[in-house]
């Protein structure tokens, strides 16, 4: 059984900073892409960043210069660390990740969500 377990949500004033952190746990072969999404109130779930197995990264044009995805190969873990957040940062985010569970079988896995609240 294959778990991730985000941490580091919360509130914070506009231009402050958060770092989300995932961690992948269980019976894990490998793990392909990592990265995170994010879902507004109201809104529909959007991809905020992710990164592949051999470091290449991918943002969205509204994080970009913000935001920045590092991964732990060693350990398992994605993190996002978030600068200048914004009140449209305001969202609940999703770690995600392609996990293989064997060397033959690919599963796409996702966090419980963690509250990312921007606001003064």
């Known amino acids: 059984q294959v778990q991730l377990v985000e941490s580091g949500g919360g509130l914070v004033q506009p231009g402050g900073s958060l770092r989300l952190s995932c961690a992948a746990s269980?019976?894990?072969?490998?793990?392909?892409?990592m990265g995170w999404f994010r879902q507004p109130p109201g809104k529909q779930r959007e991809l905020v960043a992710e990164?592949?197995?051999?470091?290449?990264?991918n943002y969205a044009d509204s994080v970009k210069g913000r935001f920045t995805i590092s991964r732990d190969n060693a350990k398992n873990t994605v993190s996002l660390q978030m600068n200048s957040l914004k009140p449209e940062d305001t969202a609940v985010y999703y770690c995600?990740?392609?996990?293989?569970?064997?060397?033959?079988?690919?599963?796409?896995?996702w966090g419980q969500g963690t509250q990312v609240t921007v606001s003064s």
């Open positions: 995600n990740a392609a996990i293989r569970p064997t060397a033959w079988v690919l599963s796409d896995y």
């Open positions: 269980g019976s894990i072969f490998s793990i392909d892409h």
């Open positions: 990164i592949a197995s051999g470091g290449r990264t």
